[in-house]
């Protein structure tokens, strides 16, 4: 297992840039592939962002890509969500996510931190 705790939302002007960060701590943090998901108020989880071990390969859902970046420092046991442009539609609690690279599933998973945009 890896415990993962986010930081970084809070309240943001439409338009805006927040950095949202995940330390991870208990395994070999370069053993996990890391994601973001979020969820907005009555709606489903959704997928944000994911990359493997090494952060070479990154993956985005449509309504994120060009305006947000996923990027992993393995030496601090860290992953970034970089949001910019931010709208309101991105109003959502914000999850981080390990899935061990022998396994299919995101099995870890912090608390969550709110990310608010106004408009």
């Known amino acids: 297992q890896v415990q993962l705790v986010e930081s970084g939302g809070g309240l943001v002007q439409t338009g805006g840039s927040l950095r949202l960060s995940c330390a991870a701590s208990?395994?070999?943090?370069?053993?996990?592939?890391m994601g973001w998901f979020r969820q907005a108020p009555g709606k489903e989880r959704e997928f944000v962002a994911s990359l493997d071990w090494s952060g070479g390969s990154t993956y985005y859902a449509d309504s994120v890509k060009d305006r947000f970046t996923i990027s992993r420092d393995n030496a601090k046991n860290t992953v970034y969500l970089q949001m910019n442009s931010l709208k309101p539609e991105d109003t959502a609690v914000y999850y981080c996510?390990?899935?061990?690279?022998?396994?299919?599933?995101?099995?870890?998973w912090g608390q969550g931190t709110q990310v608010t945009v106004s408009s």
């Open positions: 996510a390990a899935r061990y690279y022998r396994e299919n599933a995101y099995g870890n």
């Open positions: 208990g395994r070999t943090f370069s053993n996990y592939y």
